[in-house]
C-alpha cells in the first residue's frame, strides 16, 4: 500500500471538515439555532477548555490502551454522535452539552493524526511528513472555498450536513488499507510507561515546548479578529475569504517543500526563523493598516505557523518514543492550539477596542520572547554538533 497516499488523504478528509467547523460553526449556531452571540462566545470559549482537557488527558490516557487506528475511528465515531446531537438541541443548556461532547472527540483527532504521522515516519513508513500535511491544508481551503457556494444557494442549514458528511468520508479513508503499524495495540512494558511530566526529562522538551506555545499563542488576535480588522481597513468585502486563504496557501506551500529545502536546517534555527517572520507579520499589520501590505504580511503565515508546527514535529520524532508522542502531542494541542490562544484572545480584544492595530502588534510579547529562546536553543544545538564531532 502506499502510505504517504493513505496519510495526505487522512489529513485531506480532516482538514476539509476542519475549514468547515473552524470559520462557520459559531455562525451556524447563531444563525440556525437562534441563540446570541455573547451565548455562542461563551459555548464555544467552553468548547475550547474542554477540548485542552481532551487533547491533554483523555488522548494520552486512551492512546496507551488503543492502537492509532483504533483510536481515529472511534474518535470519528464520537465525532458523528455528536453532530447527531445537535440536530434536536435547541436551547442553549442542549447546544451547550452537543459542543462540550463536540470537543471531546472532534479536536483529539488533530494531535491524533500527528501523532500517527510521527509513528510512520519513525518506522520509516512515512517519507516526507511535510508533503503529506500540505493536503491538510490544501482540503482547508477547499472546503472553506466549496462552502462559500452551498451556504449562498442553500443557507447556513447546508454547514451542519456538510460537515457530518465530511466526518463520514474520513471515517470511510480511514477505514481503507491503513498501514499495519497504527493497528498495533501499545506495547505494555512496564518499564516504559511514564507519566506526562516525564516528558519534560528528554532533553530541552520543556523549552521547545514553551517556544511553540509561544509561536502559536501569537496568533490569537489574528485568527479571532482578522476577519473584522480587514473591513475595518476597507477590504472589499468580495474579497476577504480569499485575503484570508493566502496564509493558508503560503502554508501549503512551505510543507510541501519542507521536507527537501528545511531537511538540514536545526529545530532551533527554524524555531528562530518562525519567531522572525511571526514578528516582521505583526509590525508590518500595525505599522501599515492597509489591504495591500496586510496581503504581504499574510504570506509570512508560512513561518510563523507552518514552519513552527514542522520544527516541533521534527523535534518530536528525533527525540520522542513511539510511546511518548501521543503525550506530547496531546500537550501541544491544550497548550499551544488551545488555552494559550484564548488566553491571549482575551488580551487581544481589549486592545483592539482601544485601537483595532494594537492588537497585533500586542503578539510582539510572545513572539520576540520566543525568538530569544529559540536562539538559545540553537546555541545548546551547536555546542551539541562541536562536542559530538570533538
Not at 95 to 111: D, N
Not at 146 to 156: C, E, N, P, Q
Not at 165 to 175: E, V
Not at 373 to 386: C, I, P, Q, S, T
Request: one cysteine or more; a positive charge; glycine letters at 8%.
Amino acid at each position: 500500500m502506499n502510505t504517504q497516499r493513505w496519510m495526505s488523504s487522512q489529513f485531506f478528509s480532516f482538514f476539509m471538515t476542519w475549514g468547515i467547523f473552524l470559520p462557520y460553526w459559531t455562525g451556524w449556531m447563531i444563525h440556525t439555532k437562534g441563540i446570541t452571540v455573547s451565548q455562542a462566545s461563551l459555548i464555544m470559549s467552553l468548547g475550547l477548555g474542554a477540548r485542552g482537557l481532551s487533547t491533554m488527558a483523555a488522548f494520552p490516557y486512551f492512546s496507551e490502551k488503543f492502537s492509532s487506528k483504533t483510536l481515529l475511528h472511534a474518535m470519528a465515531i464520537g465525532t458523528i454522535i455528536s453532530l447527531l446531537s445537535y440536530i434536536p438541541a435547541t436551547s442553549f443548556t442542549g447546544l451547550l452539552l452537543a459542543t462540550l461532547l463536540l470537543h471531546f472527540f472532534y479536536p483529539a483527532l488533530m494531535p491524533a493524526l500527528d501523532s500517527a504521522a510521527g509513528t510512520l515516519v519513525q518506522n520509516k513508513q512515512l517519507r516526507d511528513y511535510g508533503k503529506s500535511r500540505s493536503f491538510g491544508s490544501i482540503g482547508f481551503v477547499v472546503a472553506g472555498m466549496t462552502l462559500t457556494l452551498f451556504t449562498g444557494a442553500m443557507g447556513d442549514e447546508v454547514i451542519l450536513w456538510a460537515l457530518l458528511l465530511g466526518t463520514l468520508i474520513f471515517l470511510f479513508l480511514g477505514f481503507m488499507h491503513s498501514p499495519v503499524v497504527l493497528s498495533e495495540n501499545p506495547k505494555m512494558d512496564q518499564n516504559k510507561k511514564h507519566g506526562m511530566m516525564s516528558l519534560f526529562r528528554i532533553k530541552h522538551f520543556g523549552l521547545v515546548l514553551v517556544i511553540v506555545i509561544l509561536l502559536q499563542a501569537a496568533h490569537a488576535s489574528y485568527y479571532s479578529y482578522g476577519y473584522i480588522f480587514l473591513q475595518e481597513i476597507h477590504a472589499p468585502k468580495y474579497l476577504i475569504g480569499l485575503i484570508l486563504n493566502i496564509a493558508v496557501i503560503a502554508e501549503i506551500i512551505f510543507f510541501s517543500v519542507a521536507d527537501k529545502r528545511f531537511q538540514r536546517f536545526s529545530v532551533g534555527s527554524l524555531l528562530a526563523l518562525a519567531a522572525l517572520g511571526s514578528t516582521i507579520r505583526w509590525l508590518l499589520v500595525f505599522s501599515f493598516p492597509n489591504v495591500i501590505v496586510f496581503c504581504i504580511a499574510q504570506t509570512l503565515h508560512a513561518c510563523s505557523f507552518a514552519m513552527g508546527h514542522y520544527a516541533f514535529m521534527k523535534y518530536l520524532i528525533k527525540n520522542i518514543s513511539p510511546a511518548q508522542i501521543p503525550k506530547a502531542q496531546g500537550m501541544y494541542s491544550a497548550l499551544a492550539l488551545s488555552w494559550s490562544t484564548a488566553i491571549f484572545t482575551i488580551l487581544g480584544g481589549y486592545l483592539y477596542e482601544i485601537e483595532p492595530r494594537y492588537a497585533f502588534i500586542g503578539m510582539i510579547v510572545c513572539t520576540i520572547p520566543s525568538m530569544v529562546l529559540a536562539l538559545g536553543y540553537r546555541k545548546l544545538e551547536l555546542r551539541k554538533e562541536v562536542l559530538i564531532s570533538i
